[in-house]
Each structure stands twice: as C-alpha cells, then as structure tokens.
C-alpha cells in the first residue's frame, strides 16, 4: 500500500518559488518582495539586534565575498559550529552563496564530536560561535588543515597553533573589498551535511541538496500559508534540520522571526505575541507542567471547579472528534455512536464554553493569544498533551520526518487534524508500510516498517557508501528504522523505532515510547526510560517529581527525606526507596498504562528504580532536541538495571 500526497503544491506555493534552483534564490526573492520587513529580531543580545529581509540578504552576499576573497571555492566544506543567532542565518546563506558547503553543529556539542565533524567533513574553514567554544576544541585541531577560522563575536583572538582567526565584521569588510562571483546552483548541488544527533553512537553525516531543502519550502505552504510581517518565535537549535527549513519557509513568505530561549520563552511569548512556534513534545510538557503547577496552587475549591470543567471539555472533545471521524482509537464510529455523541454534545459545549471563558482563556494569554497554530515534531506528541492544548484551544500540528528527509514528511493539517497521528503526506511524498522481515507491503491498518519516498529524501551518507545502501534502496525508497501504519486516509501513525523495541523473554514485542508518554502524565514522574530487553517484564528508570512527592508526603503526615539531606530517622520519614513511596508510584503508573486502548498485560512495569540526577543534554543523557538517548543512559545505569531484574 502507498500513500501519496493529498493536496497539491502547485495551488499554494507562490509561482515566485516554484522554479529555483537553491535556497539563496529564496532569499534574493525574499529581498525583493519583503526588503523593509523586519526578517530576524534577537532582543536577548547585546545591543539588541533587527535586521530587515534586505539587510540580511546584503550581509550575506557580503560574507559570501568575503569567504571568497579567503581563497574558498564552489564546493569547498565549512564547517559551522554555532548557535541561534542572526549571525548564524547570515553566514549559512553567504557560505551556500560562495557556492559552499557548510557541516552545521551546535556549539554545546562534546569536543569529541565536534571534532569529527570537523574533520569528517573535510572541512577546508571553520565558522564558531565564540572564542569559550574555539578554546574547548583548541588540543584537536593541531594539524588539520583549516585554511581559517571564523569567530561570529568581535572578541580578540589568541594566538592559536598560529591559525589565522578572523571576526565576523572582519570577513565583511573584506567582502566590500571583494566582487562576489555567482556559483552555479543548482536542485542536485550539495547545499549541506548535517550531521544526526542520534541516540546512538557517532553521527552520520547526511548529505542535502539544495533540491532536498527548496522541496520544503514548496511543499510547507500545502500546510500553511503565512502572510508578512507575521511573528515566529524560535526556539529550537538552528542548525538542527526541523528549525532549520522551517525557518527557510517562513522567510519566504515574508514573517518576522524572534529568537528565544528556555529562559525566556514565557515571558516571549506574552510580549511578542507570536503567530506560529515550533517545538518537541518536551518544550510543550514543560509549558503543560507549569499550567498544572498553577492549578495545584489554587484552593482546594478552586482545584475541583477547574478538575469539574477540564473532565466536561475532555468528554466535549472526545464527542467531536467522534462526529468528525478523528478519534484514533475510532476511525470508523458507528451510526449509535455518532447520534450518542451529537446528543450529548449541545450541552458538553456548554459547558466547555463556560470553561474557556473561566479557565482557558487565562492559558492561552500566558501563551500569547495570537497563536494560531504550533507545530511539534522531533518524536509523537503524548495523548494528554494532545487532550490538554486542545480543551484549551491551542492547535498542535503534529508532524514527521527524519535529518535524512530534511526533515519534513508529513504534517497534521488543520482541516484534518487527527491527534495522535503523525499527519499526512507533504506533496510529491510517498509512504509504504512493509513487514519488516520479509519487505513484503502491508495494507492500509496493519503495523509495519515505515518506508518513504520523495524530494526530500538525501542524497546519501557522507563517505559512507554502505550506510547509504542500506538506507535507500535501488528504487529511491528510504528505510526510516520507524514502525507505523496509515489510516484508509492516509495518516501516517508512528508506533516507536525499530531499534527501541523491547523484547521480552516470552517473545512478546514492547514499543516503549506510548507507555512512556501514558506515564508522563502522573504529577510524580518528571522522566522515564522503560527497560527490559530480554527479560521476563518490563522495568523503568524514573526521574521523580520531587516536589509533588513532597506534597505527597506532608498530605500523609511524613517528610520526605531527599538524597544528600539529613533528616532524623523515625516513623514520620520517608526515603524515596520506602514502601509508600513505591507502592504510590507503581499504583500510579500501572493505573494509567492499564488504562491504555489495547492494553497488554505485558507492559505493566513490575520493577523501577528511582534515579534523582535528571536527564539532560549537559549530562550527555538526552539529544539536542531533547529525547532521551536510551544507549547512553542504559551504559550509565547498566548496573541498577541489571540489579533491577535480579
């Protein structure tokens, strides 16, 4: 079975865009159309920096020259090891402009990998974010052959290997000195090597066309269609590919992008008032965690009034989604089930009405009221999340897609907006279901292995011939590693990755990542891994909430004793390895997971250990877009788990 596109590009993309043949092409339109707009704003740096779409474009042609001027040739490698900046979107565009190719990292990377990179991608140049991050990798690059470095500050550079050290302002001045000479681009040249952040070993470095990332610009505005001088707020890493072509897509259509941080995005979002956002499942559980921090605080009146109306929306939305067809555990309701649904619904609005009016409201100005849609991508969204953002009236478009279909696949559309499903086809997108022993292609609702075909699809690994050959077969289909299966109307639905599968000592197949997300949504857990690969059950490392346990606790007459706290021992104690406090979680936990559609007796979690260091990228714990990277994790606990199952 193959699904092909739904709706296509030709209505909805500009005819501005419909021809060119590189991402800098965008630009130089985008100039054009929108020269006064304001395209990047960053009120967190130091001065505050706006540049218009024209101001862009000229800084670029001027890096571009400058870039030039060193000695860099069309289809030289650069590598680019920075973070969000307006900096970083000037020297991207003037490296493609010089005909270049750039290997894009973020600079909170590990030394270890940052360097292979560098040197994995022949890199002749190095762009980097600040001198703190050319220091950190200073010991490695004694011998490599860079012909120069480049600091996006204006910091003085040290002497350093007797490297030649450049500022940004300096390649720009010598770029007014410089005639830039066009490079020819076109759909099949190499634009750039982003390399997989991965949960798993080295990065592979994943070739995109410039074809591969103008096909995301074509095909985005099947989704949506942005109109200028509309506000964008970004906050995920720039160099990763998701933020990356979004970002692409939205200055081609003439928006003004703010750049925020972990540390600002709440009170950004209220002050900008932003119109689109996109983010992982992680950012919108933090944003989920605080609303449910704000309703504990209340009086205990006050919590039961919002608990009362957030159960009347919950059955609101479950009724329409019945009588629209998209509930996902009730594709195909019957005739009973749509009259029940469309009786009760007069009054369930009713009441979700006055529920917007009392509560929701408040949520969507903490989060600015001028949104009209977020996108989430970089793993599925949990189903209580989904539940949560739309009683509350705020549209999460899911979506899908992989570094190597740079990135963007599939996306939830606002007409069909199937929550728990991964969306549908961008145009020109192929998917096919096989089994995953023997390729064989599985109808429309059976679960297999997720293969894709399209524009977006890379060209290939770099110097990695034999990863390329088993990623994309001789018929230009992708093996994405994900199992998933797609709707009579042509949802992609993503059930975990092949290679996360847990398999139990009785054969039974455990995807980890749905009862993961069921078991986010207790208030005591903040993270979790399931484990259990070749054992009898299934066990988890759990991150506790330590605040809400002790709340917990104070409500059962106990203190709760933290690690590395002293407490004096007695019968009013209680240590995170005490009885209740397991008994609490593992009722908790084993309530919500049985509770699942299709639950399985398998996937109790029969075993657990607490862990209080939470996971974090510094940690090495979790990727840059914020999943846990089960590998590393396993080898850092390997020694609890296997006492675990003991």
Avoid at 36 to 46: E, Q, R, Y
Avoid at 282 to 295: A, D, N, T
Avoid at 526 to 553: C, F, H, R, Y
């Amino acid at each position: 079975m193959s699904s092909s596109a739904l709706i296509a590009p030709s209505h909805y993309t500009p005819a501005e865009y419909s021809n060119v043949q590189s991402v800098p092409e965008i630009w130089a339109i985008a100039a054009q159309r929108f020269g006064s707009i304001v395209a990047l704003h960053d009120p967190h740096s130091t001065p505050e920096v706006k540049l218009t779409y024209a101001e862009v474009y000229d800084n670029a042609m001027l890096f571009a020259a400058g870039l030039q001027s060193l000695g860099i040739q069309q289809g030289d490698h650069i590598a680019l090891f920075a973070d969000n900046s307006p900096r970083w979107m000037i020297t991207d565009q003037g490296i493609m402009l010089a005909g270049a190719v750039d290997a894009v990292r973020g600079s909170q990377a590990d030394d270890a990998e940052l360097l292979f990179i560098l040197s994995h991608s022949d890199s002749v140049a190095l762009v980097i974010h600040d001198w703190a991050t050319l220091k950190k990798i200073s010991a490695g690059l004694v011998g490599m052959p860079l012909r120069f470095i480049v600091l996006l500050t204006e910091e003085t550079p040290e002497d350093l290997h007797g490297l030649k050290i450049l500022t940004f302002s300096q390649v720009l001045e010598m770029g007014k000195g410089h005639v830039l000479q066009p490079a020819h681009l076109t759909l099949d040249t190499l634009a750039t090597l982003m390399y997989t952040s991965g949960t798993s070993g080295m990065p592979k470095g994943v070739m995109l066309s410039h074809g591969n990332l103008v096909s995301q610009v074509q095909s985005t505005y099947a989704v949506v269609q942005p109109q200028p001088r509309e506000v964008v707020l970004s906050i995920l890493p720039i160099w990763h590919c998701y933020e990356r072509t979004f970002e692409y897509f939205i200055f081609s259509a003439g928006c003004t992008q703010i750049y925020t941080n972990i540390r600002f995005v709440k009170k950004d979002l209220k002050e900008f008032q932003p119109n689109y956002m996109v983010g992982v499942p992680r950012l919108w559980e933090s944003i989920y965690e605080g609303v449910q921090k704000q309703f504990r605080d209340q009086p205990a009146s006050k919590q039961k009034l919002v608990n009362f109306f957030l159960k009347q929306s919950h059955n609101y939305i479950y009724a329409r989604r019945t009588l629209q067809g998209l509930d996902l555990n009730n594709l195909t309701p019957s005739p009973l089930q749509k009259l029940e649904a469309a009786l009760n619904l007069p009054h369930l609005t009713l009441l979700h009405q006055l529920g917007d009016r009392l509560v929701y409201k408040k949520v969507r100005e903490g989060i600015g009221d001028n949104i009209k849609f977020v996108v989430s991508g970089g793993g599925s969204i949990a189903e209580h999340l989904e539940d949560f953002f739309e009683v509350a009236g705020i549209t999460v478009l899911g979506g899908y897609g992989l570094t190597e279909t740079s990135p963007i696949t599939h996306v939830r559309r606002p007409q069909r907006n199937l929550r728990g499903g991964d969306g549908q086809p961008v145009p020109h997108t192929e998917t096919k279901i096989v089994d995953p022993e023997t390729g064989r292609v599985l109808p429309a609702g059976q679960r297999g292995l997720v293969m894709l075909r399209g524009k977006q699809v890379m060209q290939g690994y770099y110097k990695n011939p034999e990863a390329t050959q088993k990623a994309i077969d001789p018929e230009g289909w992708f093996n994405t590693g994900d199992l998933g299966w797609v709707t009579p109307q042509g949802d992609l639905i993503i059930t975990g990755r092949a290679k996360d599968t847990i398999v139990l000592t009785n054969g039974e197949n455990i995807e980890p990542q749905p009862i993961e997300d069921v078991c986010l949504q207790c208030a005591y857990v903040d993270q979790i891994m399931l484990v259990g690969q070749d054992q009898k059950s299934i066990g988890a490392l759990i991150v506790p909430n330590l605040e809400t346990l002790q709340k917990w606790a104070e409500s059962q007459g106990k203190t709760l004793a933290l690690p590395n706290q002293h407490v004096p021992a007695g019968d009013s104690v209680l240590t995170l390895d005490s009885k209740p406090v397991q008994d609490l979680l593992r009722q908790e936990l084993n309530q919500r997971i049985q509770a699942r559609p299709g639950y399985r007796p398998d996937e109790r979690i029969t075993v657990f250990r607490l862990v209080t260091e939470p996971f974090t990228i510094e940690n090495g714990l979790l990727t840059q877009t914020l999943k846990i990277r089960r590998n590393v994790v396993m080898d850092r606990y390997q020694g609890m788990i296997n006492e675990m199952f003991l």
